[in-house]
C-alpha cells in the first residue's frame, strides 16, 4: 500500500514552493523536489492549472496528448484520500489534510450534528447549501486561504457555476475571481492576464475530465476524447503567452479508476455492519469512514475480518493521524471527529457504499479516493515561458 509522499514528492509540497517562491514565509512542509522556490522566483509569474481527475498513469497511457506529455516532469502524489474534497482544498490553502481538516466527499461536522457533502455545503439529507441554510462557510471552515499567504496578486479562475459558490468563497482569501465558460474560456482568461503586465499568480480549476470519467468511465471514448481537447488548448495557451516569462505547472488533485461491477459493495448487503453503525457512512466509497456504535466495535471488526478481509484493510482512525496519513504536524482540531473509528481502505478497485432512504440509487463509473497507484499519483507538468 502506497501512501502519500508529504515529504518532498507530493502536491502539498507543490504549495510550499509556489509559497516560498512568491513571496511568502517558510512552509511547515518541505518545498518540491522538481519545483523549487528558486525556480519559481526566476520567473515573473505563475499559472497553476488544476485538471481535476488527471492521473499519472492515464496521461502516460496516452501518449498522443502529445504537448501534455512532452512537458510532463514526473509525477507527484495527492493526500489521503486523493479525492476533490481533500486535495483542492490543499491547493486552496497550501496545507495538507491533516491542517485543514477536510477528508472527504461527505464529512461529519460535530459542530452542526450533520453530515455534509463539504463542496456544495448540502447536508447528505438533502436540503440547500451553506448560506441559503443559514451557515456560515467562512465560520465553520476557517480557512487560512493561499491568496493571503503569498505576495503578488491572485487571481482564482473557476467555471461559473461554481465560481461564487460558498466553498470558493470561502476560500477566496484576497484573490480576485474569475468566472469562465467552457474551455475556450478558461485558456482565453487565462491569456489575457498573464498577457498583463506585474507578478501575478493565477490558480485555474478545470473539472471536465473528472465528470465524464465518472459518468463514462476512465477508459471511455468521451475521457479520451476530452483529454486530447485538452492537450489542444494547452498547447495553444503555451503559444498565446510565449515570452511572458511565465511558469506554467499543471497538475491534478487525484485520478480515477473504473470499479469492476461486482466489485462494487452494497452495505444494505451486510446487515451486520450497517447494525453496528450509529451513522451512515461518510467520506468516500474507496476510504470509507465509521461511525460505530458503543459497545459494537469488536463484532465490526471481527465480521470484517470473516467476511470482507479480501476487499477491505480496516484501521482504527487516530492511527491514521498518528501514522501521517494526512499529513504531519499539529492536526485539525475537528480532524479526529471527521473521519470516525474506523477508516476502511478498499483493496484492488472495490468500493462499498450505503444509502438514505431518499436517496436515488445511482453508480459512479468511474471512482476515487482509495490507495491505488492510479488515483494516487498525479502528474507534474511543467513549462517556463
Not at 491568496?147 to 496578486?153: H, K, L, T
Request: net charge negative; proline share 6%.
Amino acid at each position: 500500500m502506497q501512501l502519500p509522499d508529504y515529504q518532498g514528492h507530493g502536491i502539498v509540497n507543490l504549495m510550499a514552493s509556489l509559497q516560498a517562491g512568491l513571496g511568502g514565509a517558510e512552509h511547515r512542509y518541505a518545498p518540491l523536489a522538481l519545483v523549487t522556490p528558486e525556480q519559481v522566483r526566476n520567473h515573473r509569474q505563475v499559472l497553476l492549472l488544476v485538471i481535476d481527475g488527471l492521473g499519472l498513469n492515464y496521461l502516460r497511457a496516452h501518449p498522443e496528448a502529445a504537448c501534455l506529455n512532452e512537458h510532463l516532469l514526473g509525477g507527484i502524489t495527492s493526500v489521503f484520500p486523493p479525492t476533490t474534497a481533500a486535495a483542492i482544498p490543499t491547493f486552496l490553502t497550501g496545507e495538507a489534510p491533516q491542517q485543514h481538516g477536510l477528508s472527504g466527499w461527505h464529512i461529519y461536522f460535530r459542530e452542526l450534528a450533520s453530515i455534509l457533502a463539504v463542496l456544495p455545503g448540502r447536508a447528505r439529507y438533502g436540503g440547500r447549501g451553506f448560506s441559503e441554510s443559514g451557515i456560515d462557510a467562512r465560520r465553520l471552515l476557517a480557512p487560512r486561504p493561499f491568496s493571503e499567504r503569498i505576495s503578488v496578486d491572485s487571481y482564482t479562475l473557476s467555471p461559473a457555476f461554481i465560481a461564487d459558490s460558498d466553498f470558493n468563497r470561502a476560500y477566496l482569501g484576497n484573490a480576485r475571481s474569475v468566472a469562465f465558460g467552457g474551455l475556450n474560456g478558461l485558456m482565453q482568461h487565462c491569456a489575457e492576464l498573464l498577457r498583463t503586465p506585474g507578478s501575478k499568480y493565477l490558480y485555474a480549476y478545470w473539472p471536465e475530465l473528472d465528470s465524464l470519467g465518472h459518468r463514462f468511465g476512465m477508459c471511455s471514448e468521451q475521457a479520451r476524447a476530452h483529454l486530447l481537447e485538452l492537450d489542444q488548448a494547452f498547447e495553444q495557451l503555451l503559444d498565446a503567452i510565449r515570452g511572458t516569462d511565465t511558469l506554467v505547472i499543471a497538475c491534478a488533485d487525484h485520478g480515477q479508476i473504473d470499479p469492476l461491477e461486482d466489485h462494487r459493495i452494497d452495505l444494505g448487503s451486510h446487515p451486520v455492519l450497517d447494525d453496528c453503525l450509529v451513522l451512515p457512512l461518510c467520506g468516500e466509497t474507496r476510504s470509507v469512514y465509521c461511525y460505530l456504535r458503543p459497545g459494537h466495535e469488536q463484532e465490526f471488526d471481527d465480521y470484517l475480518r470473516s467476511e470482507l478481509a479480501e476487499v477491505v484493510d480496516c484501521f482504527p482512525s487516530w492511527m491514521l493521524i498518528e501514522s501521517a496519513w494526512f499529513g504531519h504536524g499539529l492536526p485539525h482540531p475537528q480532524l479526529l471527529n471527521r473521519i470516525g473509528d474506523r477508516v476502511l481502505v478498499m483493496k484492488e478497485d472495490y468500493v462499498l457504499k450505503d444509502w438514505l432512504p431518499q436517496e436515488k440509487r445511482y453508480e459512479l463509473a468511474g471512482t476515487h479516493g482509495g490507495l491505488s497507484e492510479e488515483e494516487l499519483w498525479v502528474p507534474l507538468i511543467v513549462v517556463e515561458g
